[in-house]
T-cell receptor
Framework: GDSVTQMEGPVTLSEEAFLTINCTYT??????LFWYVQYPGEGLQLLLK?????DKGSNKGFEATYRKETTSFHLEKGSVQVSDSAVYFC????????????FGTGTRLQVTL | EAQVTQNPRYLITVTGKKLTVTCSQN?????MSWYRQDPGLGLRQIYY???????DKGDVPEGYKVSRKEKRNFPLILESPSPNQTSLYFC????????????FGQGTRLTVV
């Protein structure tokens, strides 16, 4: 079945540091890929997405590129802020199952001054 | 404002006492689903619905029921809660197509003692 593997957390960075959160996936079809973010006490919200190979999703300074050859969708940001502290989830949805999301376990990011 | 509303936000109950968590969306989405979030496991789908009167099991359906009598509402029912159902629950909705954004409620933290 489908699965998503993302790096363990927590990740602790100083403000303005470079962020990478690794995400790889296994899927039988040709999935769409997502990063969702969960701020403390809130639900998940979409951060960015990519629906086909080599697409780059971007939002709020975050970027991720859909790499079919390595089945990866790593999240990056050049300079993190304290306000980026949250839990980040990588997820996929298969073409055949349309809207169902399969999530990774989440990576907690803490950014300090 | 587009939103998914869950109630209650927090609930403490005793083993075996039936409870319902409500979910409502105002975006005319066809697809609605329930997830539970547990440490180290990410989010796992409990049940989903592709439209009114159409529901199906997700990955972890045991001990839960759902109904979809109206397009906007998708309640989660625990008829006889047990301590292993202590978790953080999220309702989500989206249009029924691949690559579409899912909107999440703020979550319901359930404790079963």
């Amino acid at each position: 079945g489908d699965s998503v593997t993302q790096m363990e957390g927590p990740v602790t960075l100083s403000e303005e540091a470079f962020l990478t959160i690794n995400c790889t996936y296994t899927a039988t079809g040709y999935p769409s890929l997502f990063w969702y973010v969960q701020y403390p006490g809130e639900g998940l919200q979409l951060l960015l997405k990519a629906t086909k190979a080599d697409d780059k999703g971007s939002n709020k300074g975050f970027e991720a590129t859909y790499r079919k050859e390595t089945t990866s969708f790593h999240l990056e940001k050049g300079s993190v802020q304290v306000s980026d502290s949250a839990v980040y989830f990588c997820a996929l949805s298969e073409t055949g199952t349309a809207s169902k999301l399969t999530f990774g376990t989440g990576t907690r990011l803490q950014v300090t001054l | 404002e587009a939103q998914v509303t869950q109630n209650p936000r927090y609930l403490i109950t005793v083993t075996g006492k039936k409870l319902t968590v409500t979910c409502s969306q105002n975006m005319n989405h066809e697809y609605m689903s329930w997830y539970r979030q547990d440490p180290g496991l990410g989010l796992r789908q409990i049940y989903y619905s592709m439209n009114v009167e159409v529901t199906d099991k997700g990955d972890v359906p045991e001990g839960y029921k759902v109904s979809r009598k109206e397009k906007r509402n998708f309640p989660l029912i625990l008829e006889s809660p047990s301590p292993n159902q202590t978790s953080l629950y999220f309702c989500a909705s989206s249009f029924f197509r691949s690559g579409t954004e899912a909107f999440f409620g703020q979550g319901t933290r359930l404790t079963v003692v």
